[in-house]
Structure formats: structure tokens, C-alpha cells
């Protein structure tokens, strides 16, 4: 039986300092939790925007251009992997997604955040569920997550080889986990997340990162905890 689709949000705020935020990369094993904030320009409309996942990587490309050429402001924040693992995902990416409004070089008067909850913060706010697909905003705010991490992604599958990370984006792909289980894991993978603690307890760690200076260390083991 198919979905009922959401009717159209309306927020109550009709400024144009109306930032949105969304986040890229609480599933994955290896990597930052990715979040963005942009506030788009009235003036300058951008056509086309849509949930990042909907839109082919072509077409993310160039909306990402267009974003950053036409916004008003946009902000980058994350917290890479040892913070996952100190903090947790959820926790993680409540952090992130304040250091992105924090980065706007512009301050938002209110803030739309994907999903169903906000992070304990002083900009006046709310959580809109589905709104990469509701809130233009939201949908530029994932559009520029999403590439920013997968181009992440691709530096890192040069860093190292045989994960498939350009090809899985890090998420726990047959291909990923058998990769783990034969290569061991990186200083970019999440310990905390248990299949990354397997291949440690089982392999170690991958043959670039034997002569680092990682101390292990030990994390919770919610996996995936608090992933919508």
C-alpha cells in the first residue's frame, strides 16, 4: 500500500533568514557525520531543489553549484569518527548540525531542521519531518551534505584501497563488511559501531594505519542508536 504523501509545509516564519539543515552519513561505517545549513536568497531562486537522495549525481552536482553561487549563506559543519565514537551518533549529529548554523556567515532568524526533533540550541527552530521533500531549504541544506561527503568518500577510497568507498559511500554494504573482515579497519572507521569492533577484535587494523600512533580505546556499542 503506498505512502500518503505529506501535505506541503508552512511555517509560520516568512523572513528571508530562514536557514535550513540536514544531515548526510549516520549509517555509514567509516567517516564524519555530515551536516549543512543554508539560507537561500529570495532573489535568487534555485529550480529544481529536491531531497538529495531523489536526484541523480549529475543533477546534485550542479544544484550544489548553484547553491553555493545563489544562497545567501551556507555553512559546512561535522564530527568525525573519534567523536561518533566518544559521543555517539545521535549526540554526533545534533553537534554537527549546531556547528553548521554556528559557521553561517550570516545569522539565520529561524531554523528548519529535517527530521523529527532539533538539537538544544538558542536559534528559534523545528524539526519538519521529510523536509529534504517539503522545504526548499532543507533540500539545498542535503544536497550540499550529501556531495561534500561522498566527495569525501572518494578521497578516502584512494587513501584506501579495497573498501569500495567510492561505491558504497562507507554504509554497510556485503562488500564493505567483506572488506573489513579481510583488510581489518582503518583510523577512519567508527570503532564504536560494532561490524568496524569485529574486524578489529578479528584482523586488527589495515596495513596503512599499523605504523600510526591509534591507541585503542574503549566505546560504547549502541550501534546505530537513535537512527531514523
Known sequence: MAKTPLPPFECHYTGPLLAGVDEVGRGPLIGAVVTAAVI???????AGLADSKKLTEKRRAALYDQILECATAWSI????????DRLNIYQATMLAMERAVSGLAVVPEYVLV????CPKWHWASEPVVKG?????AISAASIIAKVTRDREMEALDARFPGFGLAQHKGYPTPIHLEALRRLGAT??????FRPVQEAIDEVGLFRDDLNGDSQPLQYRTDLFEDID
Open 40 to 46: 537561500l536568497n529570495p532573489d535568487r531562486p534555485i
Open 77 to 84: 559543519g561535522r564530527c568525525e569518527a573519534h567523536e561518533i
Open 114 to 117: 529535517d527530521g523529527n526533533r
Open 132 to 136: 529534504d521533500s517539503r522545504v526548499e
Open 187 to 192: 583510523s577512519e572507521h567508527r570503532r564504536s
